[in-house]
Structure formats: structure tokens, C-alpha cells
């Protein structure tokens, strides 16, 4: 395996350094250090058939991919990410969820997402093509940014399997049983996945466009002409039909919208790099077009004001 470290780079660049590295070895992200003055990480690469394998240890940090990174071009790839160790919160389609040490879930890198770690953590990361994965997952778009606990079925088993990968890529893995040893590895995942969150066959084409809407919504959350309509149209569907696959989430398309976009001002407000920006700012870089109703909307969500939850969150009260 390729391995790369900031071990031996001045602690003042180690930051940009990584994120340069970063960037050149496996993807387009940025790695904001919860402590820039101790952050340490390093970075183990190989593959096994078809499967390319990344292995990430980092201090405490927010790993983002934004609308930006995924601009910068690149094949569009599937990546079953497990938290060997360590604890997140990881979100990705529309989705907030809390991962704990041997969980997986599965990312798009043709969708925005973000990692937040408030301990070190070592991350393993199992990268493949769209026509790969959809030979043990057909629609892998619809489990994107869900966890996959490490004690549902077949789950633990995986982590096993991950794990013992990962040792073995040290020695190598002879060609003759690389592709053998892939297939089996995602076989088990998938079946994993396809047990624990299992859709009924009628609802597969519901849901499969509920969450092409979705991501729609979270590539262009930013876009102050976001609106149903516009999802919509995107989708070439008719907004009564739209309307219809939100029916039996708890929200409608518009709530969702809406939702999305408080979450994302709210955690802005309550990042220390973002304190040099204004709360208008800050709200019409989330698509309000509107101080006044970023502001009511806003307490409404979260009982207090903007500014409230900018001092609360910065420990200034």
C-alpha cells in the first residue's frame, strides 16, 4: 500500500499540506482541523480488483466535499465508507447520521457530504464505479448517507472481512484472487444493506425518485429559485407527483427545502471560521432571499434568533 503522512511536515502547514495531498491522491475535500496546532493524519492506498481501498487516519477534524470539489471534475464513484475507529456524525443526502465504531454507510462523490469528527478517528474506505456497484446494489443511490449499524446482519461479519483486506493488501493480494475476494466483500455488504433498510418492490421506484429529488435539493441548496416547481421540472415530473412521493415522509417538498437550508445556516453560524461572516450573509449564501423571513423561520426551528444561536454556539453567553 501507498502510504502518506503529515508526520514529518511543520505543524503550522500541515493543514493545506494534507488538503493538497489529499486532493491529488484520492479526492477533491477539505480537511478543517478542530485543532490546527495538533492535527496529524495519514493515508494508506491499494486496491484489490476493482475495488480501490483507502485507509484514513486523522485527527479530530470537519471533512467536507462541496458543490466546489465535485466541480473540479473526476469519475463519479460509490464508496462504502466504515468507522474503524472513533465516532462521527456524517452527512450526505439529506441525512445527519451518528456513526459509531464499526458502522458503515455508503457516499456518492457526485453529492455533496461532510464528516465531522470530534475524536481521532481511522476511516476505511472501499471506492468503486457506478456499473460495479450496481451489480450487487441496483439502486445504490437509495441507501446513500444511511447507517448500516455494526451489529445488523451481516454487518459485523463485513467489518471483519474490511479489516482482514486491509491486512492483507500489506503482503499483497495475488491477481488470481483479487476479483474473487472483491465480489465476496460487497456481496456481503450489499446483502447487509438490502436486509437492514429492505423496501418493499413496489415502493423501489417511489422511493428511488423521492431520493432523486432529494439530491436535486441538496446540489442546489444555494439556488435562491429553488422552489417544488423547480424540482419539479428538473425531474420532468409533474408537481402533483412530486407532492405524492412526500406524502408518507413527515414533511413535504417544500418543508424539506426549507429544513435543509436552516441546517446548513445553522452550522455555519456555529463554525469559529465562519464568525467573519454577517448573519444576512451567511443566509443568502443558503438561498434566502429575505432577512426577515431567514430570521422568523429560523426561530421557529430553533426557538431562539440567529444571533442568539451564533453567541450560544460560540461560547460568548
Known amino acids: 500500500m501507498e502510504t502518506y ?10 493543514a493545506a499540506y494534507w488538503n493538497s495531498l489529499y ?7 477539505t480537511f478543517n482541523p478542530v485543532d490546527p496546532a495538533d492535527f496529524e493524519a495519514e493515508l494508506r492506498l491499494g486496491a484489490i480488483g476493482p475495488v480501490g481501498v483507502a485507509r484514513v487516519t486523522s485527527k479530530p477534524a470537519d471533512i467536507e466535499r462541496n458543490r466546489a470539489h465535485i466541480s473540479r471534475g473526476g469519475a463519479r464513484l460509490f464508496s462504502f465508507l466504515m468507522l474503524a475507529r472513533g465516532s462521527g456524525v456524517f452527512e450526505h443526502c439529506g441525512h445527519s447520521t451518528a456513526l459509531k465504531s464499526g458502522d458503515f454507510t455508503l457516499c456518492d462523490n457526485a453529492a455533496p457530504h461532510r464528516l465531522h469528527s470530534v475524536d481521532s478517528t481511522e476511516l476505511i474506505v472501499l471506492r468503486v464505479s457506478p456499473d460495479v456497484i450496481r451489480e450487487h446494489l441496483p439502486n445504490p443511490e437509495l441507501w446513500c448517507g444511511m447507517r448500516l449499524p455494526a451489529d445488523s446482519t451481516f454487518a459485523s461479519a463485513a467489518g471483519n472481512m474490511v479489516r482482514d483486506v486491509c491486512r492483507r493488501m500489506d503482503s499483497g493480494v495475488p491477481d488470481r484472487y483479487a476479483r474473487t475476494m472483491a465480489a465476496n ?15 418493499p418492490g413496489s415502493a423501489t421506484s417511489v422511493v428511488a425518485r423521492r431520493v432523486q429529488a432529494q439530491r436535486y435539493v441538496e446540489m442546489h441548496l444555494r439556488d435562491p429559485d429553488l422552489a417544488p416547481p423547480a424540482v419539479a421540472r ?25 429544513r435543509r437550508r436552516l441546517e446548513e445556516c445553522a452550522r455555519a453560524l456555529a463554525n469559529p471560521l465562519q464568525q467573519g461572516r454577517t448573519i444576512t450573509e451567511i443566509a443568502f449564501a443558503n438561498g434566502f432571499n ?13 426557538a431562539v434568533t440567529p444571533s442568539e444561536f451564533r453567541r450560544s454556539s460560540s461560547g460568548m453567553e
Not at 466483500?185 to 423496501?199: I, N
Not at 420532468?236 to 427545502?257: D, K, N, Q, T, V
Open 234 to 258: 428538473a425531474l420532468h415530473i409533474s408537481p402533483r407527483y412530486l407532492r405524492m412521493l412526500f406524502e408518507c415522509e413527515r414533511e413535504s417538498i417544500a418543508c424539506y427545502i426549507l
Open 23 to 29: 486532493a491529488s491522491r484520492l479526492a477533491h475535500v
Open 185 to 199: 466483500l460487497l456481496g456481503v455488504l450489499a446483502t447487509s444493506m438490502g436486509v437492514t433498510f429492505d423496501v
Open 5 to 14: 503522512s503529515t508526520a514529518n511536515v511543520p505543524r503550522a502547514t500541515r
Open 290 to 302: 429575505s432577512a426577515a423571513h431567514f430570521t422568523r423561520t429560523f426561530r421557529e426551528q430553533y
